[in-house]
Nanobody
Framework: QVQLVESGGGLVQAGGSLRLSCAASGRSFSNYGMGWFRQRPGKERDFVAA????????SYADSVKGRFTISRDNAKNTVYLQMNSLKPEDTAVYYC???????????????????WGQGTQVTVSS
C-alpha cells in the first residue's frame, strides 16, 4: 500500500509555470506506475500524464503535450509534474495516483489506479 501527498499548487498567471510534487510513503515505490489527473470545475476527472515504474515510458493527454512533463525520483519516492505555458483552462484540482504495474506500462485509465492523493489546486489567471 502507498500513501500519496501532493504539493506545489497555487495561483499563477497565464504563460507561467508550476511544478507539482507527489510524495509517496509506504513500501516499494518503484513497483508503482504513476499518473496525474485533474478535475476542472463541473467536469469529470481527466487524465493528464502517466509514467512507468522506471520512468522510461510516458503518456500525455493531447491538451498538455509539449507543455507538461512528468518525471519521478525513485530514490526520493516522489513524482513530479512540471507545467509550463499554463493556460486558464488548466485550472483544476490535480491528483496524483499510483498503480501496481509491470515495468514498462503506462495507463490513462483512472480505474486502473488504486491509490490517490487528496489533490492540489492549480489556478491560472488570464
Amino acid at each position: 500500500q502507498v500513501q500519496l501527498v501532493e504539493s506545489g499548487g497555487g495561483l499563477v498567471q497565464a504563460g507561467g509555470s508550476l511544478r507539482l510534487s507527489c510524495a509517496a510513503s509506504g513500501r516499494s515505490f518503484s513497483n508503482y506506475g504513476m499518473g496525474w489527473f485533474r478535475q476542472r470545475p463541473g467536469k469529470e476527472r481527466d487524465f493528464v500524464a502517466a509514467l512507468s515504474r522506471s520512468g522510461g515510458a510516458t503518456s500525455y493527454a493531447d491538451s498538455v503535450k509539449g507543455r507538461f512533463t512528468i518525471s519521478r525520483d525513485n530514490a526520493k519516492n516522489t513524482v513530479y509534474l512540471q507545467m509550463n505555458s499554463l493556460k486558464p483552462e488548466d485550472t483544476a484540482v490535480y491528483y496524483c495516483a499510483a498503480r501496481l504495474a509491470i515495468t514498462w506500462s503506462v495507463s490513462s485509465r483512472s480505474n486502473e489506479y488504486a491509490y490517490w492523493g487528496q489533490g492540489t489546486q492549480v489556478t491560472v489567471s488570464s
